[in-house]
């Protein structure tokens, strides 16, 4: 794949782009071309994330959906989570304790006003705009256990 503003990324998965070193430049072009990346890729997604490693813990994530696009439920146990809209926007859904009724907020970066999400707590995120960047604040490390579908 041919990005120019991400080449200076470790690819680390399809549309996965690690910073090399804490503290790396990010680019001013990026965004378009997380974009692009995430159209090209299967799953609608593209990830640049600030962080070296997955071990790292402290984890932010410029994270590019792209519609039509819709996450399964998940939740991930025993990490809180962040996002906070920069481009587009989107619905979020998430279950209380209870799992009863969700509550729905729309993430807007007209708007951009910060969400943070309890540990544990069942979520998705649906792209209603034909493009939805957002950052995401969690805690590392990040494995194949961080994320539980429901």
Known sequence: MNNQALSAFSETKPGVFHSLIWGQAVPENFISELIV???????R????????????????TFLALVAPYKDYLHKHPNKPEIMFPVLGKAELTIFGENQLKPSVITLDAENPIPVSIKANTVHALKVLSMNFIFIEIGIGPFNQDSTVYC
């Not at 990346?37 to 799953?43: K, T």
């Not at 997604?45 to 997955?54: D, F, G, Q, Y």
């Open 37 to 43: 990346c995430a159209q090209n890729n299967s799953n």
């Open 45 to 60: 997604k593209a990830r640049l994330c600030l962080h070296p490693s997955p071990n790292d813990i402290t984890q932010v």
